[in-house]
């Protein structure tokens, strides 16, 4: 029987009319992401920069999602045609590329994604579940319609280079990260310094120019509005594990008393 994939990430940021939010999937778990898709969230961006996942992994976790009406992405580590061609016969769809720093390295994001004589593309559809192994009609020809292209801007040279970068034919969308961009600029670990909001801000403007969507990473609910003021078309407010470490430490606060709340109250909490 014949196979129909998803709509692209890019597809669905055209179709919306308003920004959308998303969140990060860190865990590995295809439990964890499976409750995240279900959570009412628009998209959500599976990662394997920073976080333990490898290709039997990240397959997992797009079974364990398919259905959700929800948009996925995936992060690899590198922006690398082999780790690449692997994500997108593993049925991925819509790449976050990391690090983009340059036009070359659009280019090559993008070549990475097509076949011959448009990329580099290595050619395995009859093995892949990307082309549900060769149940969806004309796979081969279509394939770069069903793949989106984000590239993260998250350094002062991609910065300088973005509108060149956002001119690159193939490049759907740019995502900006201040916490790597924040560390280029010298700036380690302060992503709401002014300089890093600004910089931050000359790419969406500039993509808002170039009549492309342009995201952000935020945490910082203030920021994260911010920004969607500012013309973000899609944003990452929260993670997966982050959710969980802030949960769990507010439990226990709750409940397990300090070592100066003992002191204080002479240890009446020594024994329930």
Same mark, same amino acid.
């Given at each position: 029987?014949?196979?129909?994939?998803?709509? *692209?990430?890019? *597809?669905?940021?055209?179709?919306?009319?308003?920004?959308?939010?998303?969140?990060?999937?860190?865990?590995?778990?295809?439990?964890?992401?499976?409750?995240?898709?279900?959570?009412?969230?628009?998209?959500?961006?599976?990662?394997?920069?920073?976080?333990?996942?490898?290709?039997?992994?990240?397959?997992?976790?797009?079974?364990?999602?398919?259905?959700?009406p929800i948009q996925v992405l995936v992060r690899p580590p590198v922006n690398d045609p082999v780790v690449i061609k692997q994500y997108l016969d593993l049925g991925v769809q819509n790449l976050l590329v990391p690090m983009v720093n340059s036009v070359a390295d659009a280019e090559a994001?993008?070549?990475?994604?097509?076949?011959?004589?448009?990329?580099?593309?290595?050619?395995?559809?009859?093995?892949?579940?990307?082309?549900?192994?060769?149940?969806?009609?004309?796979?081969?020809?279509?394939?770069?319609?069903?793949?989106?292209?984000?590239?993260?801007?998250?350094?002062? *040279?991609?910065? &300088?280079? !973005?509108?060149?970068?956002?001119?690159?034919?193939? !490049?759907?969308?740019?995502?900006?990260?201040?916490?790597?961009?924040?560390?280029?600029?010298?700036?380690?670990?302060?992503?709401?310094?002014?300089? !890093?909001?600004?910089?931050?801000?000359?790419?969406?403007?500039?993509?808002?120019?170039?009549?492309?969507?342009?995201? !952000?990473?935020?945490?910082?609910?203030? *920021?994260?509005?911010? /920004?969607?003021?500012?013309?973000?078309?899609?944003?990452?407010?929260?993670? &997966?594990?982050?959710?969980?470490?802030?949960?769990?430490?507010?439990?226990?606060?709750? /409940?397990?008393?300090?070592?100066?709340?003992?002191?204080? &109250?002479?240890?009446?909490?020594?024994? /329930?």
């Open positions: 029987m014949p196979v129909r994939l998803s709509p *692209t990430f890019a *597809t669905g940021l055209a179709a919306a009319d308003r920004p959308l939010a998303g969140m990060w999937v860190c865990s590995g778990s295809p439990l964890i992401a499976e409750i995240c898709a279900g959570s009412g969230l628009d998209w959500l961006l599976i990662d394997a920069e920073h976080s333990p996942n490898g290709l039997e992994s990240i397959l997992a976790q797009l079974q364990a999602v398919h259905g959700y994001a993008v070549a990475a994604t097509r076949y011959p004589p448009s990329g580099v593309r290595g050619v395995g559809s009859a093995l892949a579940r990307a082309a549900r192994w060769n149940r969806i009609p004309e796979y081969l020809a279509r394939a770069g319609d069903t793949i989106s292209v984000t590239v993260q801007i998250e350094s002062g *040279t991609a910065v &300088d280079a !973005v509108e060149d970068i956002l001119a690159v034919e193939g !490049v759907d969308a740019i995502f900006l990260g201040p916490s790597d961009l924040a560390a280029s600029l010298g700036l380690l670990g302060q992503q709401e310094h002014p300089q !890093v909001r600004t910089a931050v801000e000359h790419c969406l403007a500039a993509a808002r120019r170039a009549g492309k969507p342009a995201g !952000v990473n935020a945490f910082n609910p203030a *920021t994260a509005h911010h /920004y969607l003021a500012a013309g973000a078309a899609f944003v990452l407010v929260g993670a &997966d594990v982050a959710l969980l470490a802030r949960g769990s430490e507010a439990l226990a606060a709750e /409940y397990i008393p300090s070592p100066e709340d003992r002191a204080n &109250d002479g240890g009446a909490h020594g024994s /329930y």
